[in-house]
């Protein structure tokens, strides 16, 4: 049981990266956001980034636009 929640733990820092572009409105609504990930205009740590649930983590920097973003 402890597992399971050391498990759910970790996990509660993370956040997908079609919400991050939205959250910090990079991008209007999920549609948007599918379009540029999908489109390869979104880079994380550096390397183009297509999956629009890719699990972001403190530390991480996303980059859009000519811009920079720190998760």
Do not use: C
């Not at 990266?17 to 979104?42: E, M, P, R």
């Amino acid at each position: 049981m402890n597992d399971i929640k050391e498990n759910s733990d970790a996990n509660s820092d993370a956040i997908r990266l079609d919400q991050f572009l939205k959250f910090h409105g990079i991008v209007q609504s999920g549609g948007q956001a599918k379009y540029v990930i999908q489109n390869g205009d979104v880079r994380v740590n550096g390397e183009v980034e297509t999956r629009r649930g890719r699990k972001l983590q403190v530390g991480d920097v996303v980059e859009t636009q000519g811009r920079k973003h720190a998760v």
